[in-house]
């Protein structure tokens, strides 16, 4: 058992590369100017507008709004989402997607094993737990938002479903890039689902073909080896990297910091000194490939 | 919504059993590996001594506050270690109104039963005046965040802080009647460390 020691030094003020424009606090008044559409985050106070979140004032055109700097996720129609099953209901599962309510995802909303269409029998509300059961992890897509903001979650299509073996990350669902897609077959050997909510799930590499006709019903309980393994490990702690040093995650950011972090052994990437190293690599190489 | 804590799905709790078996944790650290930790000393001022030690996503406060009292009639030439543990409810949702309570109780337990072995702490270099005045030693320690292995980073956090401690150096001098009076140096460089050499940490294993 190796313990690491350094000497003391000093705490690190965390360096902001591009300092933000238009800080704000709740309450704090943003414009006096009356001619502006009051966006998210904002209210009218007299005749000045306010902030009511701590955040960035963002102006397009005559709208201004703010946006938070530390938020529950809120959930957009199309959003791939990664998220814990809390509840067994009737014809439908409560889902935890770092949101300010539990998702919903009804029996309706699922495939049934074997692909087959069909309405769905009381047999299927009893056959629900042998599905999916408190704890388990499915990804789904955001098919509706109800008046109370609750998401309505669907697991449609056959790259959706119940998860299997691997490791879930949680992130800030600020720093997750909407791209096309959220499923990445990265070449260093293993998968990443970027959920928008936050939730980001690393797993042994998906075969295409395996999962045709399954939607998450098989599982694949087979011991993954350890090279995977440490693919895995290592690609968990460069998303954590990242993440705490504020860089935004997409599949280019995470395949950049993999490579910054060979030259580090595993464990090491969760030394913070480390961290920042692999961080300030992969901020650079990406600053160059779009400067 | 209640707490999700320590919720995983059966694949999950495979593979994380899986690794253990093959020495790789689900973060690359083998299976005997701590966290990074990093201590603090001299953190509060208004204490003979503290320390703020962060393992992990644990995060721990010690203080020592030391007073003048009188000691234990059985052990007259020893001084006093008084622990009191509190988990704070910011620390833990768990921890919530009297909930981090019995946690304390258990954490303090353990404190005690370490320190009253005789070869941990010398209690002697406390004693002021033998079955007269000692050292009492208040050690407080705050749980400000729990993430994971308490004991560890508790018994790390109290020594360092006993090893931070500096009591003043007491001169004893008698006056004309026979009293005996106790002067304190007015000196804060005048002052006298701990001996923590033997002071034991707790290292906490888990079979899965």
């Known amino acids: ?291 | 919504m209640s707490s999700t804590l320590g919720v995983l799905s059966d694949a999950e709790r495979l593979f994380i059993v899986h690794g253990v078996q093959d020495d790789l944790r689900s973060d690359g650290r083998a299976c005997e590996d701590y966290r990074h930790v990093e201590v603090e000393t001299d953190v509060v001022s208004n204490t003979s001594g503290s320390a703020r030690l962060r393992l992990g996503n644990t995060d721990i406060l010690v203080g020592v506050k030391a007073e003048m009292g009188e000691p234990d009639p059985g052990r007259p030439k020893e001084g006093k270690l008084e622990f009191f543990v509190d988990c704070s409810a910011n620390a833990s949702p768990e921890f919530e109104g009297r909930g981090g309570e019995e946690l304390a109780i258990e954490v303090s337990n353990a404190l005690q039963r370490i320190f009253s072995s005789k070869s941990t702490l010398d209690l002697t270099a406390l004693c002021i005046i033998p079955a007269g005045q000692c050292w009492v030693l208040f050690v407080d320690v705050l749980v400000l965040e729990c993430g994971g292995n308490l004991f560890d980073a508790v018994s790390l956090a109290v020594k360092a802080a006993l090893f931070s401690t500096r009591l003043p150096t007491v001169i004893v001098t008698a006056d004309d009647e026979g009293q005996q009076e106790i002067e304190l140096s007015d000196d804060p460089y005048d002052v006298k460390r701990l001996d923590v050499d033997n002071v034991p940490l707790i290292v906490t294993l888990s079979k899965v």
């Open chain 1, 1 to 291: 058992m190796a313990v690491h020691i350094t000497l003391p030094e000093s705490r690190k003020k965390s360096a902001v590369p591009d300092a933000p424009k238009h800080l704000v606090t709740p309450g704090d008044v943003i414009t006096t100017d009356t001619g502006y559409m009051r966006g998210h985050g904002t209210y009218m106070d007299d005749d000045k507008l306010k902030a009511s979140l701590a955040g960035v004032v963002e102006r397009v055109n005559k709208l201004i709004c703010v946006q938070p700097l530390k938020t529950r996720y809120n959930g957009e129609i199309g959003d791939v989402v990664v998220g814990r099953v809390t509840e067994v209901g009737q014809r439908r599962w409560r889902v935890d997607v770092n949101s300010r309510l539990d998702a919903v995802l009804m029996l309706s909303a699922v495939n049934l094993p074997g692909g087959e269409l069909r309405r769905r029998s009381a047999e299927d509300e009893l056959m629900m737990r042998e599905y999916l059961q408190e704890g388990d992890l499915i990804s789904a897509e955001v098919q509706a938002i109800f008046h109370d903001g609750a998401l309505s979650l669907h697991t449609r299509s056959l790259k959706y479903g119940k998860l299997s073996q691997g490791v879930m990350v949680q992130v800030s669902p600020s720093l997750v890039k909407r791209r096309k897609t959220h499923f990445h077959n990265l070449p260093c050997g293993a998968s990443v689902i970027l959920g928008n909510n936050g939730y980001v799930w690393v797993s042994p590499t998906i075969n295409d073909e395996k999962t045709e006709s399954s939607g998450g019903y098989e599982q694949d309980l087979e011991p993954v080896p350890s090279t995977d393994r440490e693919v895995i490990a290592r690609l968990r702690n460069c998303i954590l990297a990242l993440a705490t040093h504020k860089l935004l995650l997409y599949d280019t950011s995470v395949l950049y910091a993999y490579e910054a972090s060979r030259q580090h052994q595993v464990k090491d990437l969760l030394q913070p000194d480390i961290a920042e190293k692999v961080a300030d690599d992969t901020r650079q190489r990406l600053q160059m490939e779009s400067g």
